[in-house]
T-cell receptor, first 113, second 112 residues
Framework: ETGVTQTPRHLVMGMTNKKSLKCEQHLGHNAMYWYKQSAKKPLELMFVYNFKEQTENNSVPSRFSPECPNSSHLFLHLHTLQPEDSALYLC????????????FGPGTRLLVL | QKEVEQNSGPLSVPEGAIASLNCTYSDRGSQSFFWYRQYSGKSPELIMSIYSNGDKEDGRFTAQLNKASQYVSLLIRDSQPSDSATYLCAVVGASNTGKLIFGQGTTLQVKP
């Protein structure tokens, strides 16, 4: 596998479910990011991790819980989501935090019923 | 005022023409600027990055940056139908925390 991978690619869940999104990067990068992309809205940064440490939480509701066990893996744990949380969730990584180019995974298309 | 602004379009150009995509940003201290292309249902892919004033060319693509005017643009020469996509302008702010701020994107349609 190369680049940034995400699983699952599609997810349908009820509001009472608990699920997790997984991201893995094979680029040797040290910074990883979660973004949310809703229809007709700009990409929104959710969380930033640098060398496994969270450096940014962009006022994300607590029903989204990130986890970064190492520099190659990033998870987004979901629980008691709302229908308005339905969106494309994108993971990205970069060599270091800051000015460097970010590379995106294919995304997880989430539908909350 | 939005931090990064783009005209949502759609911008329609004939095949072979030059497509000009524009972006303005509000943070005067911003240092890094990126153009991403996003096909429908896909994730963004990097087209160009630019860090200093002037032009940067890569094949059919030219990025232009004017920090005094807080303006960055992307020119696509000899536009092809395969260039039809949404183009996202992204800026890293002055705080340089790695926070990439995106515009809403401009949809480009290249008609054969």
């Amino acid at each position: 596998e190369t680049g940034v991978t995400q699983t699952p690619r599609h997810l349908v869940m009820g509001m009472t479910n608990k699920k997790s999104l997984k991201c893995e990067q094979h680029l040797g990068h040290n910074a990883m990011y979660w973004y949310k992309q809703s229809a007709k809205k700009p990409l929104e940064l959710m969380f930033v991790y640098n060398f496994k440490e969270q450096t940014e939480n962009n006022s994300v509701p607590s029903r989204f819980s990130p986890e970064c066990p190492n520099s190659s893996h990033l998870f987004l744990h979901l629980h008691t989501l709302q229908p308005e949380d339905s969106a494309l969730y994108l993971c990205a990584s970069s060599t270091v935090l800051g000015m460097e180019t970010q590379y995106f995974g294919p995304g997880t298309r989430l539908l909350v019923l | 005022q939005k931090e990064v602004e783009q005209n949502s379009g759609p911008l329609s150009v004939p095949e072979g023409a030059i497509a000009s995509l524009n972006c303005t940003y509000s943070d005067r201290g911003s240092q890094s600027f990126f153009w991403y292309r996003q096909y429908s249902g896909k994730s963004p892919e990097l087209i160009m990055s630019i860090y200093s004033n002037g032009d940067k060319e890569d094949g059919r693509f030219t990025a232009q940056l004017n920090k005094a005017s807080q303006y960055v643009s992307l020119l696509i020469r000899d536009s092809q139908p395969s260039d039809s996509a949404t183009y996202l302008c992204a800026v890293v702010g002055a705080s340089n925390t790695g926070k990439l701020i995106f515009g809403q994107g401009t949809t480009l349609q290249v008609k054969p």
